[in-house]
């Protein structure tokens, strides 16, 4: 291999390293954020409480640095196809490496999410024993939101009995308190994010529902009573024969699942916005306690 050769394929690497520790950087914090908003608590005394809230954070950035991993094997591969499969010169390399960048970021996003749907769904199981809830309604936030929600009311409880008790002072249980306050503030912030995210795309699939239904011609109340009939066992208003032939179609079927789609995250929907809530006056009822306390 030509010394000239041999240097251009180095420079490729180096730039391909580079770039990617630079975007692995950025693109794991900007993902992050952008879903989740920014990082609110310095964990110190209540580790445990953010755990699950922090792992929600990691997952998201675990799948940039997938994404990014692909794309950096993906260069290397290309500029070894491009030398291969073309002239043994730098050109072949960089075209190869740019065609590798691309293909392997995309198959690292898609690897990247498949292991995160993994994860969601382990958590999401642990969620339902832990919480006693319904594994189809809990989504991993919610979830981890409620895991937190307990964990730091429990603490904060203990902290405001020290701290009346005279087991702790001022300074340790304002600090407490802080953290506290700071986790379940977080953990609305997410929960807010994401209810927004939610509301939007159940606006729009229940939007496509309505448009396909019309052309359709099947009236909206039929899709409600299937959902009647296959999700909460009741029998549902009677749908006329005419239009339970066209729900039997394939079409029909379709619009069926697509219904039940946009009632599941509304459903998702109301969820959040319930556990949001519930956070929003864990933190009012601290305040006031906390106040009194320390009056």
Do not use: W
Request: with cysteine.
């Amino acid at each position: 291999m030509p010394t000239s050769f041999a240097s251009c394929i180095a420079r490729i690497l180096i730039v391909s390293l580079i770039f990617s520790s630079s975007v692995l950087s950025f693109g794991c914090a900007s993902r992050d954020v952008e879903k989740y908003g920014p990082r609110i608590v310095q964990v110190d005394k209540y580790p445990e409480c953010y755990r699950e809230i922090g792992l929600l954070r990691q997952s998201e950035a675990s799948v940039v640095k997938t994404s990014i991993l692909g794309a950096v094997l993906g260069a290397l591969a290309g500029a070894v196809i491009g030398v291969t499969a073309g002239k043994k010169d730098g050109k072949s390399a960089a075209l190869g490496a740019i065609a590798g960048v691309l293909v392997g970021a995309t198959a690292g996003y898609k690897i990247g999410e498949s292991q995160k749907k993994v994860e969601d769904d382990r958590l999401r199981a642990q969620y339902v024993a832990q919480l006693d809830e319904d594994i189809q309604t809990i989504s991993r936030e919610v979830g981890a939101a409620k895991v937190a929600r307990n964990c730091y009311d429990a603490q904060f409880k203990v902290a405001l009995a020290q701290f009346k008790k005279g087991e702790i002072g001022k300074e340790e249980f304002a600090a407490r308190y802080k953290e506290i306050s700071d986790g379940l503030t977080e953990a609305a912030q997410i929960l807010g994010k994401v209810g927004s995210a939610t509301e939007i795309i159940a606006k729009e699939y229940r939007e496509a529902v309505e448009k396909r239904a019309d052309v359709l011609e099947i009236p909206k109340t039929a899709l409600h009573s299937q959902k009647g009939r296959t999700q909460k066992g009741r029998t549902g208003k009677k749908v006329d024969r005419a239009t339970k032939k066209k729900l039997d179609t394939d079409d029909g079927k379709q619009l069926t699942k697509m219904a039940a789609q946009a009632d599941s995250l509304d459903q998702s929907n109301t969820n959040i916005k319930e556990e949001e809530k519930r956070l929003q006056e864990r933190l009012l009822a601290h305040r006031q306690l906390a106040e009194d306390a320390m009056s």
